[in-house]
Nanobody, 121 residues
Framework: QVQLVESGGGLVQAGGSLRLSCAAS????????MTWYRQAPGKQRELVAKITSGGTTVYADSVKGRFTISRDNAKNTVYLQMNSLKLEDTAVYYC???????????????WGQGTQVTVSS
């Protein structure tokens, strides 16, 4: 069994900062890419930032220069540092990880339960 648990969401004023964490636990052989998505009310889920096992990062244009994704492979944890938050960053943020549970098995995508980020004016 594999579980992803997000934390760090909350209410923050525009211009403020939050740091999200997502820890993977359970039967894990390796983790490939780890990705943050978000979904605002009435909108489709969108990719926010992605980091590969080698540390290569990808960001949505809307968050470039404001958000930073990082990971601690020893802790099976991915982080999202969010600075200069805007009203439009309000959403539920989800963690996704490509995880191989056993050697020689394929990797599968796992999702966290989501954490609410609300930016107020």
């Amino acid at each position: 069994q594999v579980q992803l648990v997000e934390s760090g969401g909350g209410l923050v004023q525009a211009g403020g900062s939050l740091r999200l964490s997502c820890a993977a636990s359970g039967s894990i052989f390796s983790i490939n890419a780890m990705t943050w998505y978000r979904q605002a009310p009435g909108k489709q889920r969108e990719l926010v930032a992605k980091i590969t096992s080698g540390g290569t990062t990808v960001y949505a244009d809307s968050v470039k220069g404001r958000f930073t994704i990082s990971r601690d492979n020893a802790k099976n944890t991915v982080y999202l540092q969010m600075n200069s938050l805007k009203l439009e960053d309000t959403a539920v943020y989800y963690c996704n990880a490509e995880i191989t549970r056993l050697r020689y098995e394929p990797a599968y995508a796992y999702w966290g339960q989501g954490t609410q980020v609300t930016v107020s004016s």
